[in-house]
């Protein structure tokens, strides 16, 4: 349906222009160039054309202009007969253009500081933003996004618009499991963290040149996996891991001291195993986004039946690793209290607390965009209701979820009550070991690749 997409392109880039002239003149607006300003303004253009894509595609079904002339002519009235016809899709533009102009003019304001602050070489100085990489995240309160961003020094940065304490962190951990002598050395990242924002330093994604490189790099993820199995992480996905040669770095971990939570009955025996993380693939899933599946991508990029591979060597190398971590924190006694200090500080920071996957709330964000159920507030806020009633969710996390679904953004909850007891007995780290045996290295689904 090329004539659908061309007239939501149509409909929306008014709208776009007149988001950014609302913007213009904020201050340090200059700091951006026209390729970030591009940028920032597809990020908002994209979410528009996304609502109205599924009303438009309906009214092209309904109505085919005959000539390539007569839609250009009719593309006005019809615009305008679509936002009359359908209430629903005005009311959530004006809400993307409210938030994404108070997303941007929060992240000049934040960007301002920083970039003026930075060391450049020698001498302190301003950078101007070169260049912005959107969507990298869910867009919660408002559209925000996490992005990248490059600097006209050539630094690149990720800008996450929360609090970035979890990671501060947990790159404190890994400084001081390198400084007590590990016997592999873990990359920690820059970050600098703010009450509602935060920067880290960008690490570019490289494969790792040989087979040594390769089996140091699962070493330090299974090492890494024990870490955050002990501080109990969840949603630990693929997106979340940066492979940079031989070091893997998780760039979001928001969701570790995650507390105890209603699950579903299917899912309530993953609550208490290694497999709550998310680095874990499930047993004959195809293309999966667990961590640890995309770290199979490294081995001499091989691949086999359309299922990422874990060859059998690299998996022993996963629970080398794991073992390792689980010696080196129970060796020494000092190692132990130091940790408890460290997950008190951590548990003082405002944590995310996952009630569903986000995969979930995207595919009813976007059912809701059906023109059927555009007509009326009601009807789209009684879908939305629907969906949201459908699980074990209290009635206050319901209207929570449904508020959020309604103004297009994904839901997403925080907290700082989390509180959690660090469990290294023997048995629970074998148990999660078998697991990670069971579902990486000896399965059907996960076989060593050709000539490996």
């Given amino acids: ?23 213009e003149q904020l201050k340090h607006i200059e700091m951006l160039s026209t390729e970030a300003r591009g940028a920032l303004c597809n990020l908002l253009r994209a979410r528009l054309e996304w609502s109205a894509n599924p009303i438009v595609t309906s009214t092209f079904r309904r109505k085919r202009a005959s000539t390539a002339r007569q839609r250009s002519a009719k593309t006005i009235n019809q615009g305008e007969e679509l936002l009359a016809s359908y209430p629903g899709i005005c009311r959530l533009w004006t809400l993307y253009v409210d938030g994404w102009q108070r997303f941007v003019a929060d992240f000049v304001t934040h960007s301002y500081p920083f970039s003026k602050t930075r060391k450049s070489g020698k001498r302190t100085r301003r950078s101007s933003i070169a260049a912005i990489t959107p969507f990298l995240s869910d867009p919660h309160n408002g559209g925000r996004t996490v992005m990248k961003v490059r600097f006209a020094d050539g630094s690149e940065w990720y800008y996450k618009p929360r609090s970035g304490c979890q990671e501060v962190q947990w790159f404190k951990l890994i400084r001081w499991i390198n400084r007590e002598g590990f016997c592999l050395s873990f990359r920690a990242p820059e970050t600098v963290s703010a009450r509602d924002h935060c920067w880290m330093q960008a690490v570019p994604s490289k494969r790792c040149r040989t087979k040594a490189q390769t089996e140091r790099l699962y070493f330090r993820s299974g090492a890494l996996a024990y870490l955050i199995f002990l501080l109990r992480g ?16 998780f760039v979001d971990v928001e ?10 009955p299917e899912f309530q025996e993953q609550e208490a195993s290694i497999l709550r993380t998310g680095l874990l693939p499930a047993i004959g899933c195809r293309d999966s986004h667990s961590g640890f599946t995309q770290l199979a991508r490294h ?23 794991f073992n390792a971590m689980h010696a080196f924190l129970t060796a020494k006694r000092h190692r132990l209290r130091h940790l408890e200090r460290l997950v008190a500080e951590l548990a003082r920071s405002e944590g995310r607390i996952v009630y569903r996957p986000s995969e979930h709330y995207a595919r009813a964000l976007f059912q809701s965009f059906a023109p059927e159920l555009m007509r009326t507030a009601r009807d789209r806020r009684s879908f939305l209701l629907h969906f949201c009633e459908r699980n074990w ?13 309604e103004n297009g953004d994904i839901p997403v909850f925080r907290s700082s009550l989390r509180r959690i ?32």
């Fill in 421 to 452: 007891r660090l469990d290294l007995r023997p048995k629970i780290a074998s148990e999660a070991r078998m697991l990670i045996k069971r579902h990486l290295g000896f399965t059907e689904n996960f076989c060593s690749p050709p000539g490996a």
């Fill in 255 to 264: 969701t570790l001291l995650h507390p105890v939570t209603a699950t579903p």
């Fill in 393 to 405: 969710s209290s009635k206050r996390r319901v209207l929570e979820e449904c508020a959020a679904l």
């Fill in 234 to 249: 969840v949603d630990f996905h693929a997106a979340n891991l940066v492979v940079n040669g031989e070091n893997p770095v």
């Fill in 1 to 23: 349906m090329k004539n659908a997409f061309w007239l939501t392109a149509r409909l929306a880039e008014p709208v776009v222009c007149f988001a950014w002239n609302g913007i």
């Fill in 299 to 321: 081995w001499h990029n091989a691949r086999s039946g359309g299922v990422t591979s874990v060859p059998e060597p690299l998996v022993i190398g996963l629970l080398d690793g």
